[in-house]
C-alpha cells in the first residue's frame, strides 16, 4: 500500500466514527483538555483516549501533555489528506460529466 494511500485511508477511518467526528466539532472551537472532551460524550476517559490516539495517528489532532494535563488541539494540515482526495474525484467527474455534456448538446443527423 503506497504512503499516500495509508494516509488517506488513516484520515478517512478515523472521520468515519460519530464520536471522533464530536470530538473535532469540540476542538474547532479551540483547544480543550482530554477530561472536558470526556465529559459530554459520556464515556470513560480511556475510550475518550483511544479515539484522541486515532486522531493523532491521522495527524487530524495534535496533544499535549503539561505535567498531568493533556490539551488536545486541531492539526488543519492533516485534513489537507481528505480535502485533496475529494478534489480529485471532484476533478474526475467533473471532466466526465463535460464529456457526456458535450456529447449530448452535438445535434443529431
Known amino acids: 500500500m503506497s504512503g499516500q494511500k495509508a494516509k488517506v485511508d488513516r484520515v478517512f477511518q478515523a472521520l468515519g466514527d460519530p464520536t471522533r467526528r464530536a470530538i473535532l466539532e469540540k476542538l474547532s472551537k479551540g483547544a480543550v483538555t482530554v477530561s ?4 459530554p460524550l459520556g464515556l470513560t476517559l480511556a475510550a475518550v483516549v483511544q479515539h484522541l490516539q486515532v ?5 487530524l489532532i495534535q496533544t499535549e501533555k503539561i505535567g498531568r494535563v493533556r490539551t488536545c488541539r486541531i492539526e488543519p ?5 481528505a480535502r485533496q482526495w475529494l478534489d480529485d474525484r471532484r ?18 443527423e
Open 77 to 81: 494540515k492533516g485534513f489537507d489528506v
Open 55 to 59: 486522531l493523532e495517528e491521522s495527524a
Open 36 to 39: 472536558h472532551l470526556a465529559e
Open 91 to 108: 476533478t474526475l467527474w467533473e471532466r466526465r460529466l463535460d464529456r457526456l455534456g458535450n456529447l449530448l448538446a452535438e445535434p443529431e
